[in-house]
T-cell receptor, first 116, second 113 residues
């Protein structure tokens, strides 16, 4: 297993277009998280899956955002009608579970979205 | 959730030790102290974690104050590849609601050749 993979690494889109990002977590990890990071700030939590169930969504996740994790494997994050304020790095992470105190989360390299 | 305070940036010379401080005066008894770092254009990566005792691993050492209100990440011999933003985060694994990590702005470590 090569870790958490995210695709694409970079995405430039015009305002108003829809975009979709993909995350492939570490195969044995049952928990998957999406974070958003803007320049100079730490990551901000967006949403969280345990297996295929989406258990929590941040207030940051407006109605234009939707995430899925079919069959509890890979996950997609879609942004509809993109706005310039959506420009950010979108990070995916996976973990074995909250009870694991050890290595915590493994992050992907992120997808950098630029809305022009 | 308990918060952490870190300096915005620090500079160090290559091949010298680096001590990165973190204050967490409102830490609870069950909060673990985690450190992550983020290299340029990469996602964060785990560095080390601890509860009460000092911890060592191949990447770094973590020194935790006796009252647990502060901690220090120690890089024993910094290299240029250690230039990154270092985040100090508190996490209580026993609280199921604590599935998300609360990140501050971290400390940007600059290594001078």
């Amino acid at each position: 297993d090569t870790g958490v993979s995210q695709d694409p690494r970079h995405k430039i889109t015009k305002r108003g277009q829809n975009v979709t990002f993909r995350c492939d977590p570490i195969s044995e990890h049952n928990r998957l998280y999406w974070y958003r990071q803007t320049l100079g700030q730490g990551p901000e939590f967006l949403t969280y899956f345990q297996n295929e169930a989406q258990l929590e969504k941040s207030r940051l996740l407006s109605d234009r955002f939707s995430a899925e994790r079919p069959k509890g494997s890979f996950s997609t994050l879609e942004i509809q009608r993109t706005e310039q304020g959506d420009s950010a790095m979108y990070l995916c992470a996976s973990s074995l579970g909250v009870g694991v105190t050890g290595y915590g989360y493994t992050f992907g390299s992120g997808t950098r979205l630029t809305v022009v | 959730d308990a918060k952490t305070t870190q300096p915005n940036s620090m500079e160090s010379n290559e091949e010298e030790p680096v001590h990165l401080p973190c204050n967490h005066s409102t830490i609870s008894g069950t909060d673990y102290i985690h450190w992550y770092r983020q290299l340029p254009s990469q996602g964060p990566e785990y560095v080390i974690h601890g509860l009460t005792s000092n911890v060592n691993n191949r990447m770094a050492s973590l020194a935790i104050a006796e009252d647990r209100k502060s901690s220090t990440l120690i890089l024993h011999r910094a290299t240029l590849r250690d230039a990154a933003v270092y985040y100090c985060i508190l996490r209580d694994p026993g609280r199921d609601s604590n599935y998300q990590l609360i990140w501050g702005a971290g400390t940007k470590l600059i290594i001078k050749p």
